[in-house]
Nanobody
Framework: VQLQASGGGVVQPGESLRLSCSASERTSRNVLMGWFRRAPGKEREFVAG???????????YYQESAKGRFTISADSAKNTVHLQMNSLKPEDTAVYYC???????????????????WGQGTQVTVSS
């Protein structure tokens, strides 16, 4: 399974961006996909995740700093997830990575080692 991320760019503080990630095929009946980011000089951190089963029972969860500004959504028919990022701040500047867990049953995961599938990363720069 390959993950292809897109949608990064350069925006000013307060503006929005929408990232997308397409998986080449469905990972499993139960799906977990999400986003991590790595800011310059910082550790990689979880941003948001979404789970679903057979195209239903979507459940989204977020890192604390993303709550209220970021929204993750999914189109199960297209094996695609989106990350809508609003009210962007300079501290959101990072390379954003799409991730997936190839064998998933249930639960929420925040640590990078749980995700064995990673996309190539897309740069998001928030600067005035």
């Amino acid at each position: 399974v390959q993950l292809q991320a897109s949608g990064g760019g350069v925006v000013q503080p307060g503006e929005s961006l929408r990232l997308s990630c397409s998986a080449s095929e469905r990972t499993s009946r139960n799906v977990l996909m999400g986003w991590f980011r790595r800011a310059p000089g910082k550790e990689r951190e979880f941003v948001a995740g979404i789970t679903w089963t057979d195209g239903f029972q979507y459940y989204a969860y977020y890192q604390e700093s993303a709550k209220g500004r970021f929204t993750i959504s999914a189109d199960s028919a297209k094996n695609t997830v989106h990350l809508q990022m609003n009210s962007l701040k300079p501290e959101d500047t990072a390379v954003y990575y799409c991730v997936a867990k190839s064998t998933y049953y249930r639960g929420t995961y925040y640590e990078a080692f749980h995700f064995d599938l990673w996309g190539q990363g897309t740069q998001v720069t928030v600067s005035s």
